[in-house]
C-alpha cells in the first residue's frame, strides 16, 4: 500500500517532470532496474509473501517508467489493475499461511484438492498480473501500443522480460503450493472460514472483470496530448508479443524441474548468482554500510562536538 501511494503521488506530479528531463530520465532510469531487479529477485524467493511483495516492486517499475514518459494514463491503469490482483493474490497467501502456519514454499504442497476456493483465487490473481489475455493487466500494457503513444523499442523488451519471469514465478509459487503430494503442513489444511472466504471469493470476481477499466474507460489524466506513434511495425509486433511471453513463462514454469531442497551448487557462478538473488541484490548490506555507516558517523562527529562544547 505504502509503495502504491508513492507511485500514485508521482503520478499527480507528472506535470512537473515535464518541466526536467533529467528528473524524466531518472524515473525511467529507477524504473527499469525496478521491474527486472525485482522480478528476478522475486524468482529466487522461497518465502511466500516474499515472492509477492518483490513482484510488486516490479510492476510499481513499469508504473514509474510510465510516469517518465508521459504515459500517466497507463501508470495509474498499472496501479489500478495491479493493485486488484496483487490484493487477491495476498488474501490467498494469508488463507494458505493461517491453514498451514507456514509460508515457505519449500514445506507447502497438495493444497489444490483442500483450498479449493483460495487455489481459485492465486490463480485467478497471478493471471490478473501477468499480461494473460483476456484479463486487465493484458488490455493495460497493450494500451501502450495502441498507437496513440510514442513508445520506444526498449520498452517493449522491458515489459516483454518482466511479463515472462513473472509468469514463471507465478507458476512456480503455485505448482509448490498447491500441486504434488501433500507435505506434513498440508496434510489436514482446511479451505478458510466463510468470513475470509467470502472476501477473496468477491474479489476473483472483481479481478476477472477488472479487463473492463481500460477497455470501457480512456482515463488521460495529463494535460498533454497523447501523441501519434508512427511506428507501425512496433505495433504489430507488441501485442502478439505480449501474449507469447505470457504464455512461455507459465509454461516454463510448468516444465522447469522443482526440487522442494534446493542443494547448493558446486559451480562458483551459479551459486553466486542464487546468492545475489536470493538476498535482494546484498541490497540491505550495502545500505549499511553506506547510508547507516555516514548517519552514524555523523552522529558519533556531532556528539563529539556537543561535548567538548
Known sequence: MVVSAGAYVLIKLEPVFTLSPVSADALIIIGAITAIGGSLIALAQVDLKRTLSHSTSAYLGLAFIAVGLGHVDIAFLIVLTHGIAKAL????????????????????????????????????????????????????????????????????????????????????????????????????????????????????????????????????????????????????????????????????????????????????????TQDLLAYDFYLDKIYQYTVVAFVTALSRLTTWFSLCG
Not at 99 to 108: G, K, P, V
Not at 195 to 219: D, G, Q, R, W
Open 89 to 272: 493474490l495476498f488474501m490467498s497467501a494469508a488463507s494458505v499461511i493461517l491453514t498451514t502456519t507456514a509460508q515457505n514454499i519449500t514445506e507447502l504442497g497438495g493444497l489444490w484438492s483442500k483450498m479449493p476456493a483460495t487455489t481459485i483465487a492465486l490463480m485467478t490473481g497471478s493471471a490478473g498480473i501477468v499480461g494473460l489475455l483476456p484479463l486487465g493487466m493484458f488490455f493495460t500494457l497493450s494500451r501502450w501500443f495502441d498507437g496513440k503513444l510514442d513508445v520506444p523499442w526498449w520498452l517493449l523488451g522491458i515489459l516483454l522480460t518482466v511479463n515472462l519471469i513473472n509468469a514463471l514465478n507465478f507458476t512456480r509459487v503455485f505448482r509448490l503450493v498447491f500441486l504434488g503430494q501433500t507435505q506434513p503442513k498440508t496434510k489436514r489444511a482446511p479451505e478458510v472460514i466463510w468470513s475470509m472466504a467470502l472476501p477473496m471469493v468477491t474479489l476473483t470476481i472483481f479481478t476477472l472483470l477488472s479487463p473492463l477499466i481500460p477497455i470501457k474507460y480512456s482515463l488521460w489524466l495529463s494535460p498533454i496530448s497523447p501523441l501519434t506513434n508512427n511506428n507501425s511495425q512496433i505495433l504489430t509486433f507488441a501485442v502478439p508479443a505480449l501474449i507469447i511471453s505470457g504464455a512461455v513463462g507459465v509454461i516454463v514454469g510448468f516444465t522447469l524441474p522443482l526440487h522442494r531442497l534446493w542443494d547448493r551448487p558446486l559451480n562458483k557462478f551459479v551459486r553466486f
